[in-house]
């Protein structure tokens, strides 16, 4: 009995791997800067914004087992200890898996709203889209990677996009043009995490898009299109991405896939940046708990 409890455990934790399970928890923070900048706070529905977070956790954990459902040759060579390469959960399970998280998620997103419902077709269609063949293109795969944050972004804002349309239309698509960018680089970044960057130039032309939005943030938010509140957090992810920044231009695989890591966890921080920007630190600070089971889980299960 004892010996199939934890056979049965040992599996259970294959699963949470192939799901990538603390990369999940930055998902939901998108979702939440969308919902804020476009709902007042003062009429929050929170049923619709909870559903709506679960919906885009299982979008992501449905695309990142469809990643390595069509990776499983690659992985066979440069990750041959991962769940699927090594046969410890078969190609038939994770398939199952992935389309029922996906078919969720999009049943979730049709409760809410019918654009909601639209944008969660629309969000499939790019996951499965990107991970079957747009990955692999050097110039579309950060792009469509970047795209589907982006859209990540407009399914929090869903529920109230008709109703605050034009008052708000600019600083969503702010927003979500600068996580758009955010993420892009962390794509360009995991195309090397196996050999590594040689030349620090390219490291620096990389970050300097993350510079960039930090300095758009700023303009912005002096511009009064933010809550000053929004400094409060954009000053230790300034600090963070400094850290990470040091760290990879060390160059060497180790290092990069550390960056990626951290990068990756940081987009609750940066979400956490727009959320207190919106609707002030009251509802920022809580945004950075999400930190919390995505750093714990990062220690016992990959991230890249």
Do not use: C
């Not at 043009?177 to 620090?200: D, H, M, P, R, W």
């Not at 960056?259 to 940066?270: E, F, G, R």
């Amino acid at each position: 009995m004892l010996g199939y409890v934890m056979q049965s455990l040992t599996r259970f934790r294959k699963y949470l791997q192939l799901a990538r399970l603390p990369n999940a928890f930055t998902a939901p923070t998108n979702v939440i800067v969308g919902y804020l900048t476009v709902t007042p706070v003062s009429e929050p529905n929170y049923a619709n914004l909870g559903i709506l977070m679960v919906s885009s956790m299982l979008l992501y954990v449905s695309g990142v087992i469809f990643n390595d459902y069509f990776d499983i040759e690659v992985d066979r060579k440069e990750r041959p200890s991962r769940p699927l390469p090594s046969g410890a959960v078969s190609k038939q399970r994770t398939r199952q898996i992935a389309i029922t998280l996906m078919a969720f998620a999009i049943a979730l997103g049709f409760f809410v709203s019918w654009s909601s419902f639209v944008i969660t077709i629309l969000l499939s269609f790019m996951i499965l889209g990107y991970d079957y063949r747009l990955k692999n293109n050097k110039v579309f795969s950060p792009i469509a990677m970047g795209a589907t944050r982006f859209f990540n972004v407009i399914l929090g804002a869903t529920p109230a996009l008709a109703l605050y349309f034009q008052s708000n239309f600019s600083g969503l698509f702010f927003i979500a043009g600068s996580i758009f960018v955010y993420v892009a680089v962390i794509t360009l970044f995991s195309k090397k995490e196996t050999t590594g960057i040689k030349s620090k130039r390219h490291t620096v032309f990389l970050f300097s898009a993350i510079y960039a939005i930090i300095v758009s943030i700023t303009i912005a938010t002096l511009l009064g299109h933010f809550k000053t509140d929004g400094f409060v957090i954009l000053i230790p992810f300034t600090i963070v991405m400094s850290f990470i920044f040091r760290q990879a231009l060390v160059g060497d695989a180790p290092s990069i896939q550390k960056t990626i890591k951290n990068m990756v966890i940081s987009i609750i921080i940066l979400d956490s940046v727009f959320v207190s920007g919106v609707a002030g630190l009251s509802y920022g600070l809580p945004t950075l708990l999400f930190l919390l089971p995505a750093i714990l889980l990062s220690k016992k299960f990959y991230v890249t």
